[in-house]
């Protein structure tokens, strides 16, 4: 049985593993899944269960992406089953990204993937981590909307995985998948960016829970 498939069940039972909701069952009263937006990401931990358990849970869901793709990186040694090193490592990451978006533990529901996806894509490219984190804090600084910022990256990072990681086909398309995947989890925040009615981000203060819609 090839190295590979062993990682990537790994990878999916690591990223189904809810960590926002783990840190605020420990240490809050906030559930997140009933509050803000309901949603288990670091965004909505943030406004709802303060800074520094929506730092934590940012943290975790990227390491969640990043640990299965540095894993198979040292130890998915050359070709398996007709498939590249290149294949496995993506779908390693891959495996990951769905766990968080469709968390076994959940019954199959989950985060929308920016920050799982960003662990997945550092290991793999961190100069385009790094030019999309400047297109992120540059939207958000101008127009105050995280989630505007999360789907101009995850619809535009594609572009720069096929141009710095020309050498493998295989993370073009797992970038091309997790984009589709968090454009459709991103639907009612394109409809309120659309209908004006979207929350911004407010700097200097928390905004109230009730309100949040991130």
């Not at 803000?36 to 929506?54: M, P, Q």
């Not at 891959?94 to 920050?115: C, D, E, M, N």
């Amino acid at each position: 049985m090839p190295t590979g498939i062993f990682i990537a069940l790994f990878g999916y039972l690591l990223g189904s593993v809810p960590t926002g909701l783990i840190l605020t069952k420990l240490f809050s009263k906030v559930d997140p899944r009933k509050i803000g937006s309901k949603n288990i990401g670091a965004t909505n931990i943030f406004r709802t269960a303060g800074e520094l358990l929506g730092i934590l849970t940012l943290v975790g869901d990227v390491l969640k992406g990043m640990i299965p793709t540095v894993i198979a990186m040292y130890w998915v040694l050359g070709d398996q089953w007709g498939l590249s090193h290149h294949t496995w490592i993506a779908i390693a990451g891959l495996s990951a990204f769905l766990g968080h978006v469709f968390s076994i533990f959940l019954g199959f529901r989950g985060g929308k993937g920016v920050a799982t996806a960003l662990g997945v894509y550092l290991p793999i490219s961190t100069i385009s981590v790094l030019i999309e984190c400047l297109v992120f804090l540059g939207i958000v600084w101008k127009w105050r909307f995280i989630s505007l910022g999360s789907i101009a990256c995850a619809t535009t990072i594609p572009i720069l995985i096929a141009f710095f990681r020309s050498d493998s086909q295989a993370y073009f398309i797992i970038s091309v998948i997790m984009a589709g995947v968090m454009l459709y989890r991103h639907q009612s925040n394109i409809s309120r960016l659309l209908q004006g009615t979207e929350s911004k981000w407010k700097r200097g203060r928390k905004q109230e829970a009730e309100s949040t819609k991130q």
